[in-house]
């Protein structure tokens, strides 16, 4: 295994929704009212500086959750997050400026991962086109429906390069980041694997594959069904999931963005 050029520098809280918790996970979910942190990940990289991955909740989802019918989101899914919860902020109190911050990769468009962007859209931003274009053809409440705040994607429009087009070249090269494709929760989801250098461990930031830890370790423990209605495929986030079992079987540490964790800083 090539040197690693990258480690995990921090996991950054920004805010929570609420689900029930037999909706993640039908065996042994808790009943009741569950709290899903929306979490963003920073990344070093030796030769090219830091790198966020997602960029969780802001002050910005309330205002593009105003207007009709985009208020439905907030119906739907009701989010609590702080000023000083924002990523920016929360790089800031760590002495990371927006300068330093030398690419964004989205891992997907739900509103949950894009709405911290606002301060960061003149960053490198990458992720999957196809994303972007499925999003274009959805009409206005489908667009809510599937998780997407058209006011936080439309500045998107031609500044999201395709993260397919730097293949091999940094940070997408050999010790570096490498694009675990994992669709079906949205069109164009993946994560990001790498040898953390901290640990010395394979690591795989898994953004939705999977809500909950549980439900990587038992099939049978995952949503239920219905929660088929806000994903884009059942059948490849399925799929997906059996990738992720697969890594963890090989050995990688696995995050997710929507498990139960507060911000943490690592060396
Ligand atoms: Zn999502």
Known sequence: MPTSKVRLKAILDTGH???????MNKKH???????????????????????????GYSRQFFEASQAFPQHFYRWGTPVSTKPEQAVLK?????????????????????????????????????????????VQSLAGFNQVRHGYLKDLIEPLDGRLQEIDDRSGQVPFDEGGLTVVDLPGHSQGMFGLAFVDQRTGKPTLLGADASWTQAAI??????????????????DDYLASMEKLRQYRKDGYDIILSHEKRSSQWFN
């Open 29 to 55: 979910g808790q009943l009741g009212i569950q709290k899903i942190p929306a979490l963003a990940f920073l990344l070093w990289h030796d030769d090219y500086g830091y790198i966020l991955f997602d960029t």
């Open 217 to 234: 370790d038992d099939p049978a423990d995952g949503p239920i069904r219905a929660a088929g209605i806000i994903m884009h495929s059942w």
């Open 90 to 134: 929360q790089l800031n109190q760590h002495d990371i400026s927006l300068a330093d911050v030398k690419m964004v990769i989205l891992s997907h468009l739900h509103a949950d991962h894009v709405g911290g962007l606002g301060p960061l859209m003149d960053r490198e931003l990458v992720g999957h086109l196809s994303e972007y274009e499925f």
């Open 17 to 23: 929704t609420f689900a029930p918790g037999r909706l």
